[in-house]
């Protein structure tokens, strides 16, 4: 078994990056399915968060499992290079560990990245692509994830992206109670923002989504309102707060809507957040006057001068890894002698057999019984012994000393 992950996340590639191999939801299962055909994979996994774009396999070649995502994404041989990590056996263990208890976040301790791995996870299961050993490092990676959050602090007084986002509103706004804010998505992101937003009892909370029934949910469980996703342009100029997250492959809010939407609230200033990846926003909309636009990066470099704070909690974390990764290690080391193993069994049990059904026979022909055990016994132990004295007579002086101490082990004969 040969263990393999590679990627690329915030700390190496540039949004811009990012958001070209994003993998939407839907598509993640015929993914899977063609990774594993296409390239000599026989398991794999993909973690495809606004952060990160991991591949976890079961691989002896990672080169071509590698290749495979820029080939997916039709991007140049040598486009994403640069910014892709390679985690072979131990390194990919202790970096599936560190992710999902948030050590790699963005957000350091944000519990949203176990969610997303468990649906990782889930997505990889009915795609028919996880076995064995990422079944294993999975089912491992969460009972270790729970441990650190229960031994530690590392989830204490974490920061979010949507803890964030209410901080800026705080910093551009006299009082977010007096704020308008439109929603644009539904999804778990959008409603953890909400849910931050509504505890300052802002002055109107909007909701936009594809599915309008969505939107309707979400604005019913935020005492909010609903409007179609068509109408976000010409409802734009009504809001101070704008936070989208979709799962759209392209910009759904230009440089000329928010511009028209600033000349209609008299340049009064508008707080643009996007969390989305690819983004929803165009980065253009950045260089107009009285926009404020964050996204996810901008975010995450906030987030990162509270860090020293909790680097005890880290160190504690860090710690219960290591010694998790030493015995899964040990786990998958013991998996790859199970052949041997099994080889080594399978060859004793065709002797015993053998000698079995003679001394059956023997015994129908009505020899003596002590005498036919006796030669069992005696065939079974010839057979037993042959190739460790034939290994030994056959070896060079160089080969023997090593041989024999070998064999000291395997019987635990303890020599004069």
């Not at 495979?68 to 390194?91: F, V």
């Not at 910093?171 to 644009?184: K, Q």
Request: glycine fraction near 4%; proline fraction near 4%; aromatic fraction near 6%.
């Amino acid at each position: 078994m040969r263990l393999f992950a590679f990627g690329i996340n915030h700390q190496t590639a540039p949004l811009t990056v990012r958001e070209q191999v994003v993998f939407q939801t839907e598509r993640l299962s015929q993914a899977l399915r063609n990774l594993v055909e296409q390239r000599p994979v026989k398991e794999a996994a993909i973690l495809s968060t606004c952060n990160r774009t991991e591949i976890y396999c079961n691989t002896d070649e990672p080169a071509a499992a590698v290749h495979w995502l820029a080939d997916y994404h039709d991007l140049p041989p040598d486009g994403l290079e640069p910014y892709i990590y390679r985690l072979p056996q131990e390194r990919a263990v202790q970096h599936a560990f560190r992710v999902a208890s948030g050590l790699d976040s963005m957000m350091i301790g944000e519990a949203q990245i176990l969610g997303q791995m468990k649906q990782a996870v889930r997505s990889a299961e009915e795609a028919g692509t996880l076995g064995l050993l990422l079944n294993r490092l999975f089912q491992r990676t969460f009972s270790v994830a729970k441990e650190v959050r229960t031994h530690t602090e590392i989830g204490a007084n974490a920061v979010s992206m949507a803890s964030i986002a209410v901080r800026l509103a705080e910093e551009i706004y006299p009082s977010v109670s007096e704020c308008r804010l439109l929603f644009v998505g539904a999804g778990e992101m959008i409603d953890l923002c909400a849910t931050h937003f509504a505890a300052r009892h802002p002055e109107r909370m909007t909701f936009a989504n594809r599915t309008q029934a969505r939107a309707e949910e979400l604005a019913a469980r935020h005492a909010g309102h609903a409007i179609a996703l068509n109408d976000v342009a010409t409802a734009l100029a009504r809001y101070d707060v704008v936070v989208s997250s979709t799962a759209s492959p392209l910009p759904i809010i230009g440089k000329g809507t928010v511009e028209s939407a600033l000349k209609a609230r008299k340049h009064r200033p508008m707080l643009l957040i996007d969390l989305a990846v690819p983004r929803d926003i165009e980065p253009e909309v950045g260089e107009l006057d009285d926009a404020f636009l964050y996204t996810v990066d901008d975010l995450g470099r906030i987030a990162s001068e509270g860090l020293a704070a909790r680097s005890s909690a880290v160190m504690q974390a860090e710690a219960i890894i290591d010694t998790e990764v030493r015995d899964f290690m040990h786990w998958m080391s013991t998996r790859d002698a199970v052949p041997a193993i099994r080889a080594l069994r399978d060859q004793a049990e065709r002797s015993r057999r053998h000698e079995l059904e003679r001394a059956l026979k023997a015994l129908e022909k009505g020899d003596d019984a002590r005498k036919v055990l006796e030669r069992m016994s005696e065939a079974l132990t010839n057979k037993l012994m042959h190739g460790p004295t034939n290994a030994l007579n056959t070896a060079s002086a160089d080969e023997r000393e090593e041989l024999m101490r070998t064999l000291s082990r395997l019987y635990q004969i303890h020599r004069e």
